[in-house]
């Protein structure tokens, strides 16, 4: 069931590029289901890979403070995916979150 909710996920994703209305629900849903630990296990690392990759290039010049909060809070959370040498999404989960933290 996880698996079909994250394929849905990214065809979400893919389908709706820099659609606010769409992406800042998604956004918002999935940091809840991430705070509330459905991915966090190791089988998932690819898929939070790309859901990083995602939403780094959903955000990429946004302005829109209600998105970024989203994406903060997905960024916090994929901090506690397994530490994986393939994928090294702790460090660039962390370095995205302090990349927000600079943001205007």
């Given at each position: 069931?996880?698996d079909?909710?994250?394929?849905?996920t990214i065809e979400?994703?893919k389908?709706n590029?820099?659609?606010?209305?769409?992406?800042?629900?998604?956004?918002?849903?999935?940091?809840h289901?991430?705070?509330?630990?459905?991915?966090i296990?190791?089988?998932?690392?690819?898929?939070?890979d790309?859901?990083h990759?995602?939403?780094?290039k959903?955000?990429?010049?946004s302005?829109?403070?209600?998105?970024?909060?989203?994406?903060?809070?997905?960024?916090y959370n994929?901090?506690?995916?397994?530490?994986d040498e393939k994928?090294?999404?702790f460090?660039?989960?962390?370095r995205?979150l302090?990349?927000?933290?600079?943001h205007?």
């Open positions: 069931m996880i079909k909710l994250y394929k849905h979400i994703f389908g590029e820099k659609i606010d209305r769409v992406m800042e629900p998604l956004f918002n849903t999935l940091a289901l991430l705070t509330k630990s459905y991915f296990d190791s089988s998932y690392l690819e898929y939070a790309l859901i990759k995602l939403v780094g959903e955000i990429f010049e302005k829109n403070i209600h998105k970024i909060l989203a994406c903060v809070d997905i960024y994929l901090l506690f995916f397994e530490k994928f090294n999404l460090k660039r989960a962390l995205s302090l990349i927000l933290m600079t205007k």
